[in-house]
């Protein structure tokens, strides 16, 4: 087990271009967060799951904005027609949860994929 | 909803002494947990320390201490025996019944030899 793992590392793109991250968390982790992290600012909340099921996704930050977790193991972040203001970290974290309205409160993240929007 | 405010944008401490970084946050909500999270320049976040607010003791991990104080919505960490390896950001952090973790903006700590 090494962890949470977020790929790509980087990633640089083009105004308008649609952009894909994916995370793998702990292999027994049920819970999947994203975060988006700007520089010299605290990671801001965007979305989580509790196995497949999204159970908050009023943060993220606009339309352009989805998330998936299809088979309740890794997930995947688009953002379409990026804008330069989508430059940032986005950070995943994972938990295990007893059950799905649970406060879980031992996060681990991964390193992140840190995006550059030209 | 909830916020969180770190007030210290950067501290800096001689090697082996002691620095207190600030944290204080407002919420309405009675049972929560904060967090103080280590972020080194590979950007991994690394939980150093949680205080559960039921709790009235205050958590230590090694050289690492809180002074929670619930009634004032503050939340210091201590870090004694300061080492060049505690150069970092720290975030403190809030999470309550929505579970979304709250962070303030950081402060920046140096580490001098």
């Known amino acids: 087990d090494t962890g949470v793992s977020q790929n790509p590392r980087h990633k640089i793109t083009k105004r308008g271009q649609n952009v894909t991250f994916r995370c793998d968390p702990i292999?027994?982790?049920?819970?999947l967060y994203w975060y988006r992290q700007t520089l010299g600012q605290g990671p801001e909340f965007l979305t989580y799951f509790q196995n497949e099921a999204q159970l908050e996704k009023s943060r993220l930050l606009s339309d352009r904005f989805s998330a998936e977790r299809p088979k309740g193991s890794f997930s995947t972040l688009e953002i379409q027609r990026t804008e330069q203001g989508d430059s940032a970290m986005y950070l995943c974290?994972?938990?295990?949860?007893?059950?799905?309205?649970?406060?879980?409160?031992?996060?681990?993240f991964g390193s992140g994929t840190q995006l550059s929007v030209l | 909803a909830q916020t969180v405010t770190q007030s210290q944008p950067e501290m800096s401490v001689q090697e082996a002494e002691t620095v207190t970084l600030s944290c204080t946050y407002d919420t309405s909500e009675s049972d929560y947990y904060l967090f103080w999270y280590k972020q080194p320049p590979s950007r991994q976040m690394i939980l150093v320390i949680r205080q559960e607010a039921y709790k009235q003791q205050n958590a230590t991990e090694n050289r690492f201490s809180v002074n929670f104080q619930k009634a004032a919505k503050s939340f210091s960490l201590k870090i004694s025996d300061s080492q060049l390896g505690d150069a970092a950001m720290y975030f403190c952090?809030?999470?309550?019944?929505?579970?979304?973790?709250?962070f303030g903006g950081g402060t920046r700590l140096m580490v001098k030899p």
């Open positions: 952090a809030y999470l309550g019944a929505g579970n979304m973790l709250t």
């Open positions: 974290a994972s938990s295990l949860s007893a059950w799905a309205g649970a406060t879980n409160e031992k996060l681990f």
């Open positions: 292999s027994e982790h049920n819970r």
